[in-house]
């Protein structure tokens, strides 16, 4: 992967985690950990692997995606938006009475949702389906379908991987966001699902472990899921759970947990904030590790925007703003003012 494309989707993952925070804040409710784990896979999903087409969301043709860990919606609905299956305004629209952005995936009221989800072990039954039916129907697309390490913990999806395999099903690709955290705690206190990759493979699946924060660990794991025929496909991801947000990080009090207001203005103003941190380890994302951001103190221009929701805005930078590295980058912006600048 090119550097240039990573600096896009590391950028893009911003977006979509911010996207994250303000819509669980809005709602007062949501599930923001798993959500913020799995943020960087739904930007490489939507931005880079899925064949879809935001203005067609029902085109017969498109790659399928079932969010089989239905709990972390607000994930899919800031990486829907970003993509522009709607507008990022209806983020803030989140569990609302008469909104198309409830707490949990509806595939009648939102575009781009592909199955309605929720009940734990029932989305990946769902995409199993969707792969034979495409398997009978003799086309091309490919099924993807994202679940909890608590979830497997359940005895459906285990029933769904033994159909998967029976089935032959190399256009379904798995996969786990182990993030090592449940509702209730540590996932191997509650209920062990260890050695996910050894069960996975003694049920016919190819698997691959991988860092679900490393984009090209996500390109070649792909890459080799597509390659592989006559057995489906799975890739377990390590991640951490509130991934971006510091005090969210690695904590289960975050499983279904929003901000309220003093916790939402502290995370998205924690680029201001703590610029040799958090901020730091975004422009390592992109710039690579030594560089970090320098924190604008004016705009190059006199003109301001405003907006409650995140947005990308690209200016051209007057010396001494931007990363320190090359000088040049973008910056978010939000209701509280949270700068990040890449290259």
């Known amino acids: 992967m090119s550097p240039e494309e990573k600096r896009r989707l590391a950028r893009l993952a911003c977006q979509v985690r911010m996207g994250i925070l303000e819509a669980t804040h809005a709602a007062r409710s949501g599930h923001p950990g798993g959500s913020l784990s799995a943020a960087d896979l739904f930007t490489y999903l939507y931005f880079k692997e899925l064949n879809i087409d935001p203005s067609r969301p029902d085109w017969e043709e498109r790659d399928r995606f079932v969010l089989s860990k239905g709990h972390t919606a607000p994930g899919l609905y800031a990486a829907l938006a970003a993509r522009g299956f709607f507008p990022k305004e209806d983020l803030l629209t989140l569990r609302k009475i008469g909104s198309h952005l409830q707490g949990h995936p509806n595939?009648?009221?939102?575009?781009?949702?592909?199955?309605?989800?929720?009940?734990?072990?029932?989305?990946?039954?769902?995409?199993?389906?969707?792969?034979?039916?495409?398997?009978?129907?003799?086309?091309?697309?490919?099924?993807?379908?994202?679940?909890?390490?608590?979830?497997?913990?359940?005895?459906?999806?285990?029933?769904?991987?033994?159909?998967a395999h029976h089935y032959q099903l190399d256009n379904l690709c798995v996969i786990i966001d182990n993030n090592h955290l449940q509702i209730d705690g540590p996932v191997e206190q509650v209920m062990s699902p260890y050695p996910i990759p050894d069960k996975l493979r003694a049920f016919g699946f190819e698997v691959q472990e991988i860092d679900g924060h490393d984009f090209d660990q996500m390109e070649q794991a792909f890459a080799r899921a597509r390659s592989?025929?006559?057995?489906?496909?799975?890739?377990?991801?390590?991640?951490?759970?509130?991934?971006?947000?510091?005090?969210?990080?690695?904590?289960?009090?975050?499983?279904?947990?929003?901000?309220?207001?003093?916790?939402?203005?502290?995370?998205?103003?924690?680029?201001?904030?703590?610029?040799?941190?958090?901020?730091?380890?975004?422009?390592?994302?992109?710039?690579?590790?030594?560089?970090?951001?320098?924190?604008?103190?004016?705009?190059?221009?006199?003109?301001?925007?405003?907006?409650?929701?995140?947005?990308?805005?690209?200016?051209?930078?007057?010396?001494?703003?931007?990363?320190?590295?090359?000088?040049?980058?973008?910056?978010?912006?939000?209701?509280?003012a949270a700068q990040i600048c890449f290259c």
């Open 107 to 163: 595939m009648n009221l939102t575009p781009g949702v592909d199955m309605s989800t929720g009940s734990l072990g029932q989305g990946i039954s769902a995409a199993a389906g969707m792969a034979l039916m495409a398997k009978h129907q003799h086309k091309s697309l490919r099924v993807y379908a994202l679940l909890g390490d608590g979830e497997i913990q359940e005895g459906q999806p285990w029933e769904a991987f033994m159909f």
């Open 228 to 336: 592989v025929r006559g057995v489906p496909f799975c890739i377990i991801m390590s991640t951490v759970k509130g991934k971006g947000v510091p005090f969210m990080e690695d904590q289960a009090s975050w499983h279904g947990k929003a901000p309220n207001d003093e916790e939402y203005a502290q995370a998205m103003s924690l680029p201001l904030r703590r610029p040799r941190s958090w901020a730091r380890r975004m422009c390592w994302a992109v710039c690579g590790p030594g560089t970090g951001p320098i924190i604008p103190t004016r705009w190059a221009g006199s003109r301001r925007w405003r907006g409650s929701i995140s947005s990308t805005i690209t200016l051209s930078f007057s010396p001494g703003l931007g990363c320190e590295t090359c000088r040049r980058g973008s910056l978010w912006w939000t209701s509280f």
